[in-house]
């Protein structure tokens, strides 16, 4: 276990070392990040000044061995931007976009498990072929159409007219066919709950429930219909198993058969996807974020992409590799206690 | 009680000013939603729309412009020359800053200072010598030689509070400090004499505001006692807020969305037509056949403004033959876009082009609206009188270090005049480049016509309104003549609000919502 922990703290600092290598070397390319601080009208002499200052003219490898020396000890630099440590403002963004993912998640977990279940004992129901179908569409529309669609719906609100309204039936069809809209389109509202340091929270407050459901659906729109056939196919095999039919026989009730014995060797496979899902799940808010202007680190990440932040990016990309490694160490974690011959890698046999 | 105490006050505030009851209960909420929010409380950090955008919430200057271009007085009560080079301003008395500290000559001479030390706005004032305190309430503002554009200059003084402003902060850095790099105190405090105080920001999230209960503009009508400004970069979530009804007002609105607002019921949208003009240069020096004013002439001639301004910009830009917009000293009101494709296939010819030639063009995708989609249609144009173009379009992080480099024939620019006087448009685009003063440093077509440079140059020291209109008209007409850059069009803007927010009067062609003003059904 140990042995295990140190070799991922190993690879974790690998990692971070590449990703930190790359982005150095393709900050050339990602513009120049004076022309967005000084106006327009700035004199070249002034803005070479403000170049020399922030130590841009000095060779790459020198602006890379400073960078280094000073990130071993924590100090991963100044956002050009916020002119704060790039560290301060990812953690004042971080909360708001796992509080996402973290929403998106319950989402995906609740839903995929009984649709997907169900879709496995009854694969012939009209409920389940409805799903299937659903979950076909959802895994086809990119996410940020959903999330446009999402607000046309619920937040601007739309009027149906498609029925001739002056007949009782075609009045209702108009009515419902047409929504309300009222949900909040934008941000993480006005009543959020303070937890502790930057961590201010949208789970306490029916505001803060209601601004997190619309960008929480549409992340969870991605990853939802593949769980959903990934435990139907993997329900469906199972159920298939010698253990299951003898069970069967045996007269357990189904309940326990499905839920206790099925699902759990079902779980398997799901959990290993799952580890690697989350980690893309944390790219994908850098689209539902920018769509509903949620104040975390996706958007942040695109403005400072916007901007040439360098320090910015490089410090976004490195946290976030490290929250990849972080996900993937504890999901083989939860996966030997799931499933106990599984050997972890270092483990003595 | 408390009503009837109400009706009395408001009763003595109708008998007598009839304006001073509503600023009295300025209690209305707004929430707007920006493309970004100010990048720090520092006026004078940057100098940019959304800083000058907050600088007419949180300050106010000694005069602003109108909503015709004319100067109306603010801090400044009333001003008047004293000679060639010295204008006399008066300062309203009892004006409080949001400290509590009453604004006096100092407070003026100590911004004055300060934004000779601004990196951004020291251009400005660089014609500037002096601000020479006269009294409590007079000073003289000195310029070096004669200045016609002095007062246009007074609209970006926005005093700031000397004595809030003075000392040491808690990390033993000057409170003055201008700075892009580190944290400094005023950009994160503030002490103005404008109508808001900001109660609260979070960088990128949003901006607090309430109104200033010793507001000294007593005759504002405005009636907003709380605001909040919220930055919502994605075009398509700033209209959906807005027709949710999550916000009340919004700015800008995007081309593609002006009808959608127009048609719903119960949104107001006021368009405008701006003073940023959109322009290609053409680079002289990278190819040979731009020297020849024919063939810059003909490339005039090919390109359809009109056209661009209709379907491209969907009627959402005013179609430029001159970089004067009207109301600007040097507009000549002759000049019309000059689409003509026959006459441009002939100059070509007349010029020995007629086969044409290739030529690189660069422009930005996502600085100007629609700015890629504009660089399509003019290569699509050049390409009928046999001029190929390979076209490359680049995010604007990546397109400013390429435009500084003139690392392409054609290059894209827009330009707003800081100033709001055609003189700036020329002394940035049109002027001979030269390093040493300056000049013509965004001139990537390197056009250089000295006689009219020597025009632009007689012009920035004439004070005489008609005479010096008279020069810049002929530098316009002169640059026309010559082609020396291919016009577009001057960007349109737009604002949108909910029906009982009325924006229209608060509105103007610079971009400064008065929101000081704003009056809220």
């Not at chain 1, 991963?76 to 403002?89: C, H, I, K, R, W």
């Not at chain 2, 209305?28 to 520092?42: F, G, N, Q, W």
Request: glycine share 6%; net charge negative; with cysteine.
């Amino acid at each position: 276990m140990l042995a295990f922990l140190v070799q991922r703290i190993g690879q974790a600092i690998l990692v971070m070392f590449v990703i930190s290598v790359i982005s150095f070397a393709i900050q050339d390319g990602l513009g120049d990040p004076l022309r967005q601080m000084v106006g327009q009208s700035v004199s070249d002499a002034e803005r070479e000044q403000l170049r020399e200052d922030l130590g841009l003219n000095d060779p790459i490898v020198v602006q890379y061995a400073r960078f280094a020396t000073n990130a071993v000890q924590g100090d991963l630099g100044n956002s050009y931007f916020y002119g704060e440590p790039t560290l301060d403002v990812i953690m004042d963004h971080l909360p708001a976009t796992l509080e996402l993912v973290i929403a998106a998640s319950l989402m995906i977990i609740f839903l995929s498990i009984p649709i997907g279940v169900y879709a496995a004992i009854r694969p012939r129901a009209w409920l389940s072929k409805f799903f299937m179908g659903v979950s076909t569409v959802g895994i086809s529309i990119p996410v940020f159409l959903t999330a446009i669609v999402l607000i046309q719906l619920f937040s601007i609100g739309v009027t149906v007219d498609w029925f001739p309204a002056d007949t009782g039936w075609g009045q209702w069809l108009n009515d419902v066919f047409s929504t309300d809209g009222g949900m909040p389109s934008y941000g993480r509202g006005q009543e959020l709950t303070h937890l502790f340091g930057t961590w201010d929270s949208n789970f306490f407050s029916w505001d803060g429930l209601l601004h997190l459901l619309l960008p929480a659906v549409s992340l969870a729109s991605i990853m939802l219909p593949l769980f959903i056939r990934l435990i139907r196919a993997e329900m469906m095999e199972v159920l298939q198993s010698d253990y299951i039919r003898y069970a069967q026989a045996k007269g357990i009730s189904p309940w326990r058969i499905n839920f206790l014995h099925a699902l759990k060797n079902t779980m398997l496979p799901v959990i290993t996807v799952g580890g690697v899902q989350i980690g893309i799940m944390v790219a994908y808010t850098i689209l539902t974020e920018t769509v509903f202007q949620w104040p975390g680190v996706g958007l942040m990440f695109l403005e400072a992409i916007t901007r040439s932040d360098i320090p910015l990016i490089v410090a976004y990309l490195m946290v976030v590799g490290l929250i990849f490694v972080i996900t993937n160490t504890v999901v083989d974690l939860v996966y030997g206690l799931v499933n106990p011959t599984v050997k972890l890698t270092g483990k003595k046999a | 009680m408390k009503r009837l105490l109400t009706a009395f006050v408001s009763c003595v505030a109708l008998a007598g000013a009839p304006m001073a009851g509503s600023a009295a209960e300025a209690n209305k909420e707004l929430k707007m939603a920006y493309d970004a929010d100010p990048v720090t409380l520092d006026i004078h950090e940057q100098l940019s729309g959304g800083i000058l955008q907050l600088s007419h919430m949180t300050f106010d200057p000694l005069i602003r412009w109108t909503k015709d271009l004319q100067f109306e007085p603010r801090l400044a009560k009333s001003w008047e020359r004293i000679d060639d080079k010295t204008m006399r301003f008066h300062l309203r008395e009892g004006v409080k800053f949001h400290s509590g500290n009453t604004l006096s000559s100092e407070d003026v001479k100590f911004t004055f200072d300060r934004l000779k030390k601004s990196q951004d706005f020291k251009a400005i004032f660089q014609p500037f010598s002096d601000l020479k305190i006269i009294d409590d309430t007079t000073f003289d503002l000195i310029t070096k030689e004669p200045y016609p554009l002095l007062l246009n200059a007074a609209t970006y003084i926005f005093p700031m509070d000397k004595k809030f402003y003075s000392g040491k902060d808690d990390q033993g850095r000057d409170k003055d400090m201008v700075s892009k790099q580190v944290d400094t105190f005023a950009s994160r405090h503030e002490s103005g004499t404008g109508p808001y105080i900001v109660t609260s920001r979070q960088q990128g999230v949003k901006v607090e505001f309430k109104r200033f209960d010793d507001y000294w503009d007593k005759d504002s009508p405005g009636n907003v006692g709380h605001i909040t400004l919220t930055p919502i970069k994605e075009n398509n979530t700033r209209v959906s807020a807005l027709l949710s009804g999550g916000v009340d007002f919004i700015a800008p609105v995007p081309p593609t969305d002006l009808d959608r607002i127009k048609r719903d019921p119960n949104t107001d949208l006021v368009t405008m037509s701006g003073t940023r003009i959109i322009i290609f240069e053409m680079n002289q020096k990278r190819v040979e056949a731009f020297k020849d004013k024919r063939v810059r002439q003909a490339i005039a001639y090919a390109i359809n403004q009109e056209g661009i301004a209709a379907k491209i910009m969907k009627g959402f830009a005013t179609p430029a033959a001159q970089l004067s917009p009207e109301g600007y000293q040097g507009h000549v009101d002759g000049l019309k876009p000059r689409y003509d494709i026959a006459k441009a296939k002939e100059l070509m010819k007349e010029a020995g082009y007629e086969d044409g030639f290739t030529i690189t063009m660069m422009a930005p995708n996502n600085r100007y609206v629609n700015d890629d989609k504009i660089a399509q249609a003019v290569a699509a144009m050049l390409a009928r009188i046999n001029i190929k173009v390979d076209l490359k379009t680049l995010p604007k992080a990546q397109y400013w270090p390429e435009f500084d480099n003139r690392a392409a024939d054609m290059m894209m620019i827009g330009w707003h005049a800081d100033t709001e006087d055609s003189a700036n448009f020329y002394e940035f685009l049109t002027m001979c480049p030269n390093t040493d003063t300056g000049a013509g440093q965004y001139n990537a077509g390197n056009y250089c016509n000295p006689e009219l440079d020597k025009l632009v140059e007689q012009a920035n020291v004439e004070t005489d309104r008609d005479k010096r209109a008279k020069m810049l008209q002929k530098v316009e007409q002169g640059l026309y003549d010559d082609a020396a850059f291919i016009p577009l069009h001057w960007q349109d803007l737009a604002w949108a609000s909910k029906k009982n927010v009325e924006i229209e009067p608060i509105l103007n062609v610079m971009n400064f919502p008065y929101i000081g003003d704003l009056v809220v059904k």
